[in-house]
């Protein structure tokens, strides 16, 4: 049933109490009782879990007994449940845009626990607005926009070449553009591989072996993406072979941007850059494996070594620094518990020991059994590292568990370095319309909810583009875009939003202020009868309304947030004198 702004409004009412979680603070049955006296509101109730089975029957029950053609959801995020409502409207026969869902639980219930009157109060308030908003609303059409069947992946390491298998296993095309000369990224360079043991080339191999032979994939290395633009299934990506330059020019429908990391190299930190014999976890794997492990400075046998832990991570406050690299506990027990048998002492002092994962305290006891001595700083009182003459290393430390100060001189000194994000993301993230975190790596849709996918629709991150991860941890993320990518590709089109702006060309004086004011690149200029005039591509459009409000000639309005719209909800916020009349509130 198509509602535009002729239809006079019935408006149902649902108040969920999310069990405890809303119904704990605010007092729902009270908010319902008020909703039903608002203007237009037909009926209005509260229920115990409105996104249950039966709380979603509920719904489309009474919009058929009642002729209801408008619908407020109070309850959580519409992050969480939005689809869901907009689902059960549309097979109640209703439009997905005559929904509205107030956000009881994370704006209100969560935020003022303590405050349970104020709290009743403002989701008063807020079902008030949404109410005068709902009368407001009209039908949008669902649009959708075909999908390209081929995926663009960048990045051809351990994540890339997951994803890349998993998509070209399932029939679709791949292009896999790596800017070295081999794939297989930093998992390649690994000798000692936990939790199994195996070197890097050992799982890699293989891989690289099905993805050459696989007719679905195009593999390019030493190239790089130097163009890209396009909205979600259109794309269309430039790949440059940096060898000879040529280029070739791909329609592409999605994207995983797998870019990975890069290891910190902790200058100024423990001596590193002041001794050969001071060198990094990932520079360890570098020397000749046991039991020839020798001295940097002199070509002697190592008989001793120490570890630090958590060099360049955990560092509250310092951009790019603030996380756990999540690898290094693992990978100092792995490289300790592997080299102790040929030294005669190895000592790992540490700042905390996180071995969550399948196997991974396996690792961290086989150390222990192998005598690896392991012992505690704290993060305020870390170990000094004094570097003489003859590059010889005392570090001094103390052991917090022992209460003792303690001081060792290790042949070989080797920092557990963070994995931080690659020097030139910001380049990548500029081309494919990406943004990084704090943690420096690329931030995804939702940190929770959506993990994988990114606020460009239609590219995935995967791996440690995303965070920093285990290599196990990066082929299952590879995997869950790549079922995102397949999913998208398997539709064969997809539905786009109608919540975009509308540009009065009558009034547009094409100053191209939205052109520059719009962050996603979705609006150009087109010469319509001698003038140019701002045009919106909708699929790359977030709704985000920042052209509306840049627009000096107010010729854009915003479709599903019109001024009628907004206005009304003002009102509604500024005039509750209908609520207290009656008394509820
Ligand atoms: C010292 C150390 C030891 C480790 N040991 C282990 C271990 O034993 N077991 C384990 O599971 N994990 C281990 N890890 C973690 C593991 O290395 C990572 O989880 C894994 O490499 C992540 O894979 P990835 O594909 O996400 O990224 P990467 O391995 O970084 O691969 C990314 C690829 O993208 C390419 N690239 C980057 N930018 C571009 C661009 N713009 N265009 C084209 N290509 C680009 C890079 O050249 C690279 O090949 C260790 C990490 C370190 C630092
Ligand atoms: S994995 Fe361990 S060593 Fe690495 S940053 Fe985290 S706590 Fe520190
Ligand atoms: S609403 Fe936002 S994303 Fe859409 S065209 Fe305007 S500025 Fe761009
Ligand atoms: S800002 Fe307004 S007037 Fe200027 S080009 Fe855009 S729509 Fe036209």
Redesign the pocket.
């Known amino acids: 049933m198509m509602i535009d702004g002729t239809s006079e409004p019935r408006i149902g009412v649902f108040v969920c109490h999310c069990g405890h979680n809303i119904a704990g603070t605010v007092d729902v049955v009270n908010v319902a009782e008020m909703a039903s006296i608002l203007p237009y509101v037909v009926y209005s109730t509260d229920h115990m879990f409105v996104c249950s089975d039966n709380g979603q029957q509920l719904i489309k029950d009474k919009i058929k007994e009642y002729g209801l053609n408008r619908i407020v959801v109070a309850s959580c995020s519409p992050r969480m449940h939005e689809p869901t409502f907009r689902r059960v409207v549309e097979e109640a026969g209703l439009n997905r845009y005559v929904f509205e869902q107030v956000n009881l639980r994370e704006h209100v219930s969560w935020c003022h626990m303590h405050e349970k009157k104020l709290a009743t109060e403002k989701a008063a308030d807020l079902v008030r607005m949404a109410v005068a908003r709902a009368s407001e609303l009209v039908s949008l059409p669902v649009k959708t926009v075909s999908v390209t069947p081929r995926t663009l992946i960048?990045?051809?390491?351990?994540?890339?070449m997951t994803a890349a298998l998993d998509i070209a296993n399932r029939g679709f095309e791949v292009v896999l553009?790596?800017?070295?000369g081999n794939l297989g990224?930093?998992?390649i360079n690994?000798t000692?591989?936990?939790p199994t043991g195996e070197s890097g080339a050992d799982i890699i191999e293989p891989l690289e072996e099905r993805i050459r032979y696989n007719p679905n994939i195009a593999v390019h290395t030493n190239s790089?993406?130097v163009d890209f633009e396009g909205y979600i299934g259109n794309f269309v990506a430039r790949v440059r072979n940096n060898l000879d330059d040529s280029e070739i020019v791909y329609d592409i429908g999605t994207v995983i941007v797998?870019?990975?990391?890069e290891?910190f190299k902790p200058f100024g930190y423990y001596g590193y850059g002041e001794s050969p014999n001071v060198i990094t976890?990932?520079e360890l794997?570098e020397l000749e494996p046991k039991p020839k492990l020798l001295r940097p400075s002199d070509g002697k046998r190592v008989r001793t070594m120490l570890f630090i832990s958590c060099v360049g991570s955990r560092e509250p406050g310092k951009y790019g620094h603030e996380h756990c690299s999540r690898?290094c506990c693992?990978?100092i027990s792995?490289a300790a518990s592997d080299l102790r048998e040929s030294m005669d002492e190895v000592i790992v002092v540490y700042r905390s020991l996180r071995t969550y994962g399948k196997h991974h305290e396996a690792i961290h006891r086989l150390a222990r059994a192998r005598h690896v001595i392991y012992s505690r700083y704290l993060a305020e009182m870390p170990p000094v590292v004094e570097v003489d003459a003859n590059k010889e290393i005392v570090v001094k430390w103390r052991d917090i568990l022992a209460n003792e100060e303690l001081s060792f001189r290790p042949d070989l000194l080797v920092l557990a370095s963070a994995?931080i994000a690659?020097h030139?993301i910001n380049r990548?993230g500029k081309i494919f319309g990406l943004s990084p975190s704090a943690d420096g790596f690329f931030s995804p849709e939702h940190i929770k909810l959506a993990p994988l996918t990114t606020h460009a629709a239609g590219i995935m991150i995967a791996?440690?583009?995303q965070a920093a991860?285990?290599?196990?941890?990066?082929a299952i993320d590879a995997s869950g875009a790549a079922a995102k990518a397949v999913a998208l590709m398997a539709r064969g089109q997809v539905e786009i939003e109608s919540t975009v702006p509308q540009i009065n060309s009558e009034l547009c004086s094409g100053c191209r202020t939205c052109v520059v004011a719009c962050p996603y690149s979705a609006i150009s200029m087109e010469e319509r009868k001698g003038n140019q005039i701002a045009v919106v591509t909708d699929a790359k459009c977030h709704g985000c309304g920042t052209c509306a409000g840049a627009c000096p000639s107010n010729a854009i309005s915003m479709l599903h947030s019109t001024d009628e719209q907004i206005l009304a909800m003002v009102s509604a916020f500024l005039n509750p004198s209908l609520v207290n009349r009656r008394g509820y509130i």
């Open positions: 960048v990045g051809g390491g351990i994540a890339g553009v790596e800017r070295r990224g930093h998992l690994w000692h591989i936990y790089v993406v797998a870019t990975g990391f290891v976890l990932a794997q690898h693992f990978a792995k994995m690659p030139d990548t791996g440690t583009s991860k285990t290599g196990a941890e990066s």
